[in-house]
Structure formats: structure tokens, C-alpha cells
């Protein structure tokens, strides 16, 4: 990324921050990937159940194999080798596992989040249950409303979570959705979180690049 591109980058980074504060979040910026790693690491203690949400922003940072070598379990319903009942289970355990890791399809620069999840139990987690929720995004996730987000999610991260899926859903073949009525359509569950749930103890980790879809 050049100069310019990294100013513009952390100048957005830095109002959404901001506006997800105001909105009750804890929320941090870094400008890479390595030190946002070492600051997640920081809530994950040796022996601590922590579950994987299905974000490739959290895959590309190498999350599960620094939570192995910390000595934590891995709770992650997309493992090979599953059953469904195997990942039903694994699934129910993310709900009150001691630390949450996510992205979000999106965050806009005046402080929400917008999901979308086929099953639910990521944005369930995300929601309420674990012990400690951390999100976190590249500074490619960043729109300037939730009609943008929105925008965003249909039309980019869910056709090329669908292709990264291998699901044969109309979006893997326009690479738009299609809003389709499929069996297999991933995009069942939208939501858009305006302030912090509540109760529950969420950190959302900005990063200065692009991460994930
Ligand atoms: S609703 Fe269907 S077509 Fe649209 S992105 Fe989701 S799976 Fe693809």
C-alpha cells in the first residue's frame, strides 16, 4: 500500500473508532496485521475454549494455530472431517466459549456493524453468550452508511464467501446476489448491531489493511 493509500486508510480507520466508541464499543486501531495478532493473543489465556466464527480475516492472521500453541481449544465448526451432528455441537459450544473470534461483512464510519450469516450461530455469538467477542477488520470493510454495507454484503462479500464455499448459489455465477431462494443460500440472517450489546464484553480491532472479503 503507498502513502497515500495508508492515509487514507487509517484516516477512516480513525473516525470509525471513534464513532464505534461513541456507540459503547471498545474499539482499537493497528496498522497491521501482526500487531493486532499479538493484541488478540492478549485475551486468550493458556487452557481457554475459544471459537472461530468462519472469517477468512481470522484465518489470514493465523489465529487457530497461535491459539493452539497458547494451549487454548479450538472450537471451530468448519474443521474437515465433521459430521453435521460434529459441527452442530461445536456450533452450541461457541455460545458460551471463554473468547469469540469474528470479522464483520462490514463497519461504517459512524459505528456499526452489519452481518449477514446463513445458520446464525456466528452473529448468535457475536451477540450474546461468550465470555469475550473480539471483531476484527480490515480497513477494506469500511463503508459510509448501512446502505452502503449493505451494498457491500450483497453484493461483493457474500457472492465470494458463496465461491469460496463452493456453493453452487446463483451469485457464484452472476457475482451479484440474486436474492435467490435457494436451499442452499447462505444469506439468511442480516443484522446490524447500532451500539454494543448490552451485556456483553466486545472489542472490535480495526486493521490499516485489506483482510478477508
Ligand atoms: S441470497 Fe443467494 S444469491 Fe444472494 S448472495 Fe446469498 S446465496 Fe448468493
Redesign the pocket.
Known amino acids: 500500500m503507498n502513502e497515500v493509500m495508508r492515509w487514507h486508510h487509517e484516516a477512516l480507520a480513525k473516525r470509525t473508532v471513534e464513532a464505534l466508541k461513541k456507540n459503547h464499543f471498545d474499539a482499537v486501531y493497528f496498522q497491521g496485521a501482526r500487531e493486532a495478532a499479538e493484541f488478540v493473543m492478549g485475551f486468550v489465556k493458556e487452557g481457554a475454549s475459544v471459537g472461530f466464527g468462519g472469517s477468512m480475516t481470522i484465518t489470514d492472521m493465523g489465529m487457530q494455530e497461535k491459539v493452539k500453541a497458547k494451549g487454548g481449544v479450538v472450537l471451530d465448526h468448519n474443521a474437515p472431517g465433521l459430521s453435521d451432528e460434529e459441527r452442530a455441537v461445536i456450533r452450541r459450544k461457541q455460545l458460551l466459549c471463554d473468547v469469540f473470534l469474528t470479522g464483520t461483512n462490514a463497519v461504517t464510519i459512524d459505528g456499526c456493524l452489519l452481518n449477514?450469516d446463513g445458520a446464525g450461530n456466528r452473529v448468535a455469538a457475536m451477540t450474546f453468550g461468550p465470555g469475550k467477542v473480539i471483531v476484527v477488520a480490515g480497513t477494506n470493510k469500511i463503508r459510509k452508511n448501512l446502505d452502503e454495507a449493505l451494498e457491500r454484503v450483497?453484493h461483493y462479500a457474500?457472492?465470494l464467501n458463496?465461491k469460496r464455499l463452493a456453493?453452487t448459489?446463483?451469485?457464484?455465477v452472476t457475482g451479484t446476489?440474486?436474492?435467490?431462494q435457494?436451499d442452499?443460500?447462505?444469506?439468511n440472517i442480516y443484522t446490524t448491531m447500532k451500539r454494543k450489546p448490552s451485556v456483553t464484553d466486545m472489542t472490535v480491532v480495526l486493521v490499516g489493511e485489506a483482510l478477508g472479503y
Open positions: 449477514v450483497r457474500a457472492p458463496n456453493k448459489n446463483p451469485c457464484t446476489c440474486m436474492d435467490c435457494a442452499t443460500r447462505i444469506c
